[in-house]
């Protein structure tokens, strides 16, 4: 069994900046590939940003590119996300999730555990 916890949420004013925590355990993290999703009000849930178990292949929506940077430290079993430049419009829960030989790290169905989420709100 492995579980996925996120920290690190909160409210924020645009332009301002948060970093996402995602804490794993139950399986050797770095056999994983991790990616960081994001569903807001009436949208559909969409991959913000992921990385494979080594860290060598990143991927990033078009939205975030460039404000947004993921990272992962395999030794303490923990993955991460710095978004800077927030908008209102990434308002949202951010979910972390693993995946376990996954072939598109930007297809939820592609994840095999997910944690609970963290409220992100960015005030205009």
């Known amino acids: 069994q492995v579980q996925l916890v996120e920290s690190g949420g909160g409210l924020v004013q645009a332009g301002g900046s948060l970093r996402l925590s995602c804490a794993v355990s139950?399986?050797?993290?770095?056999?994983?590939?991790m990616g960081w999703f994001r569903q807001a009000p009436g949208k559909e849930r969409e991959c913000v940003a992921a990385?494979?178990?080594?860290?060598?292949?990143?991927y990033y929506a078009d939205s975030v590119e460039g404000r947004f940077t993921i990272s992962r430290d395999n030794a303490k079993n923990t993955l991460y996300l710095l978004m800077n430049s927030l908008k209102p419009e990434d308002t949202a829960v951010y979910y972390c999730?693993?995946?376990?030989?996954?072939?598109?790290?930007?297809?939820?169905?592609?994840?095999?555990?997910w944690g609970q989420g963290t409220q992100v709100t960015v005030s205009s």
């Open positions: 999730a693993a995946s376990f030989e996954g072939g598109d790290m930007a297809q939820s169905s592609e994840y095999d555990y």
């Open positions: 990385i494979d178990w080594n860290g060598v292949y990143t």
């Open positions: 139950g399986r050797t993290f770095s056999s994983y590939a």
